[in-house]
């Protein structure tokens, strides 16, 4: 029996990426969870997925940092000898603050995980998924944010202006290989209940921005992931360089 494709999914190991990784093993997919920290996490979503009749695997780096990124891609390559999609997942938030009260610091750490680091991902499976690489073609799902159309002023513009970068990388990338078997789109969701809003330092923000909301609730993260798992599945065939909203209106 031929196995099933792979997926990676960067920052698999809680919220949003947890939620893509358990789906796509249920429908089919041997996943790479890649985390960066929290090792007991990635283990529990693998335990899951293993639990389940699935295939994972657990894989620690910083997509942060480049000599990460490029040993994550090679641990897929040494594991599951193949790559067919990828959730460009992983990425950070900061405290809330106008612009004028952001350091240096934060603003380069943003800017080198949320948009390098996604960018360098994509490159790393361009090069196994393009048919001008050799590969056999895939898909890239990249996940940005409603901040990036509602600017975050006076919460985090930097982290806003990070996905409005991802927007913009979509829409280029999907062009560039859309001759090359590889579709890239993206997914903006909106005020998701995960622990995102806790890093922050606003552990209550799902719950006290529901009112705002059109459909008046805050997403789950398994309603993202679902999104996700459309665009990356041949359901979605031919669709590229999209950018859907989870986001309830909003």
């Keep these: 029996m031929t196995k099933g ?10 919220g949003i990426g947890a939620a893509i990784s358990l789906l796509a093993a249920r429908k089919g997919w041997r996943v790479a969870v890649n985390y960066a920290s929290n090792k007991a996490a990635a283990d529990t979503v693998v335990s899951k997925i293993v639990a389940g ?6 894989i620690r780096g ?23 999609g990828l959730a ?6 900061d405290a809330p603050a106008r612009v004028d009260e952001m350091s240096v610091a934060r603003i380069e750490r943003m800017m ?3 948009v390098t680091g996604s960018i360098l991902c994509a490159a790393e499976a361009v090069r196994r998924m393009s048919s001008r690489h050799g590969g056999n073609g895939g898909a890239i ?16 513009i930097d982290y806003a202006a990070s996905k409005a970068a991802i927007d913009t990388f979509t829409v280029g990338l999907a062009r560039e290989v859309a001759t ?10 909106g005020v998701i209940d995960t622990e995102i809003h806790a890093s922050g330092g606003l552990p209550d923000r799902a719950r006290d921005m529901a009112s705002s909301i059109p459909m008046q609730r805050a997403g789950t993260a398994e309603e993202v992931a679902d999104a996700v798992l459309y665009l990356l599945s041949p359901s979605a065939s031919y669709i590229t360089g ?5 986001s309830g209106g909003r």
């Design 53 to 58: 009749g699935g295939e994972a695997l657990a």
């Design 62 to 84: 910083d997509v942060g940092d480049a000599a990460d990124i490029a040993s994550i891609f090679e641990a897929v390559d040494r594991h599951f000898g193949r790559l067919d």
């Design 112 to 114: 080198r995980i949320n």
């Design 141 to 156: 799902v990249n996940i940005s944010s409603m901040a990036a159309i509602i600017g975050s002023p006076s919460q985090y």
């Design 5 to 14: 494709p792979v997926l990676l999914v960067t920052g698999g190991s809680r």
């Design 88 to 93: 460009n997942n992983a990425g950070i938030v």
């Design 242 to 246: 999209a950018i859907l909203n989870v």
């Design 180 to 189: 090359e078997g590889v579709r890239v789109n993206a997914v903006r969701p």
